[in-house]
């Protein structure tokens, strides 16, 4: 497309088949212990990382 | 729903329902934004003047293609789906240390005393009590977490010993992983305890606020004395010799540093690499407070340091602050994304007395006490609450463009402000979504970066 680029394809309806198997981080536990934001948080669940693919996941490992 | 906006000079689309997340060019963000607004718009009438006919035409044929392809104004009621109530509890913050080293000028836990007037030390059998209430109410749970915390937890490392040592016995009685964590002011740190640290905590969070005199001024030691020369040498050297993994810094920025920008590009600078610098979240009245009226100054702040942080990062200076990570490829499952931090349900705080509070920010409040695991009580009706208060059950967050993402923010700071804790505080989410923004432009933009780059090979 000319005017548009797609950042990243829909991701949440997928996961409702695969998620909720509660193995995760409680979220304000990780880093701030003052707020909470969830979206930042992997899945503990290996295949579900895969199914999702994660492997591209810019925000974390680019230029490292 | 779409959420359109502009952060760090991108023009970007959320499409809620989805999760996809769009890059726009000036013609595409304008027939958007009249899409949002009526459906049914002439849109190519409304924007000839401005563009030429046959680009408005164009871009309206592309926006309508990711409609049927179910990337923009997708279904985005999701109230069918429940959260299961399993009233199982898999993480607990452990407050070791009722007192404190330092005397930070914005302590919610009152310097360790969480406003219940006593300075006490857990000790290692309420310690004990604690992890085997906890094996005993997590089900079929794996995962673990404690997190000593305190007031200062190294001021009782003696216990924090004992208790891993315990939870380590326990691993292999029940099948269970316990994932340890320490939040510390690093004044004690020596290398004994590094060592140690390195050896059983999954992760370590060690307060900084950033450069000396923001620190200094924040964060006194008892005698008035800032505390930045205390402590930076033992976190650098700490986290050099944990290989720049699994830590944070965690610093928070005031009314008197709305500059924090600066603070965090002082830490990266410094040779850090996991940083977070959060707002202070106090009564507006507080001389340090963050006013509304600030909010457009950290806005510009947060944009500003986005653009630093892209620099950094591609310039060979990587740095991870944890407001600007996003994973938009995949992320947390739905459901998480639906109970966020979880407190009072599957995550809760336990006082050296061994009182069982919502979380840690929540101890020593009048009617959140929900047991003891000195005597094994638990209010399960309080936990019930806790575990209804999902994002898509908040009035406000079922209609927020962010909910999938903040998951409905912090219920301590909904019962403080607003005395409710299905009532998000206002600053709190307003600063939630800016700095979502911002994250999702920062994903863009290194995308764009990686893509040119992986084009020039
Ligand atoms: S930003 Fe506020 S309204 Fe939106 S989901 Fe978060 S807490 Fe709820
Ligand atoms: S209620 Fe707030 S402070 Fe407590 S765990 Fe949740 S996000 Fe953290």
Known sequence: MKHIQTVSKPCLNQSLAHGGCGECQSSCQSACKTSCTVANQSCANKENQILAGRDGKVNHSFGK | ?457
Not at chain 2, 275 to 283: A, F, G, K, N
Request: glycine share 8%.
């Open chain 2, 1 to 457: 729903m779409i959420h359109l906006f502009e952060a760090l000079g991108k023009r970007m689309a959320l499409d809620v329902g989805s999760g996809a997340v769009l890059s726009l060019d000036p013609i595409a963000y304008d027939a958007l934004r009249l899409l949002v607004e009526d459906a049914d718009a002439n849109v190519e009438d409304a924007l000839s003047a401005t563009y030429d006919r046959a680009e408005v035409e164009e871009t309206v044929a592309e926006l309508r293609q990711l409609m049927e392809m179910g990337y923009l104004n997708t279904n985005d009621d999701y109230s069918h789906v429940e959260a299961a109530d399993t009233g199982v509890v898999k993480a607990m913050c452990l407050l070791v240390a009722h007192d404190c080293n330092l005397r930070c000028k914005y302590c919610f836990a009152d310097t360790g005393e969480y406003h219940m007037k006593s300075r006490t030390m857990l000790s290692a059998e309420t310690g004990r009590k604690a992890l085997d209430w906890l094996v005993a109410h997590s089900g079929n749970r794996t995962n673990l977490e404690v997190d000593f915390f305190g007031g200062e937890p190294l001021m009782n490392f003696g216990v924090i010993k004992e208790v891993v040592a315990y939870g380590r016995e326990l691993e292999k009685k029940h099948g269970k992983v316990f994932k340890f964590t320490t939040t510390t002011n690093a004044v004690l740190l020596n290398d004994e305890m590094m060592d140690f640290l390195n050896a059983e905590m999954d992760n370590v969070v060690i307060s900084i606020d950033g450069r000396r005199e923001v620190h200094d001024r924040m964060r006194p030691t008892p005698n008035g004395k800032g505390s930045y020369d205390l402590i930076i040498d033992k976190a650098k050297r700490f986290v050099e010799k944990r290989g720049q993994q699994r830590y944070y810094l965690r610093g928070t920025f005031t009314g008197y540093n709305l500059d924090f920008g600066n603070d965090v590009l002082h830490l990266a600078d410094m040779g850090f690499e996991q940083l977070s610098i959060e707002p202070v979240v106090t009564d507006e009245k507080c001389p340090y407070a963050i006013k509304e009226s600030d909010l457009p100054t950290v806005y510009d702040e947060y944009e500003r340091l986005g653009h630093e942080y892209i620099r950094y990062r591609r310039d060979g200076k990587w740095f991870n602050f944890f407001h600007f990570m996003v994973d938009l490829t995949g992320g947390p499952c739905l459901k998480k994304r639906l109970t966020g931090c979880g407190s009072g349900n599957e995550y809760v705080a336990v006082t050296a007395d061994g009182d069982i509070y919502p979380c840690h920010q929540f101890v020593g409040r009048e009617g959140m006490q929900m047991g003891s695991v000195l005597d094994g009580s638990f209010d399960r009706d309080i936990q019930h609450a806790f575990q209804q208060n999902n994002v898509l059950k908040k009035d406000k967050c079922s209609q927020c463009w962010a909910r999938f993402y903040c998951s409905g923010g912090c219920a301590a700071n909904a019962h403080a402000f607003n005395g409710d804790i299905g009532k998000p505080y206002e600053m709190e989410c307003r600063l939630e979504q800016k700095r979502l923004e911002c994250a999702m432009a920062i994903y863009a933009i290194e995308q764009e970066q990686q893509q040119a780059a992986q084009a020039d090979e």
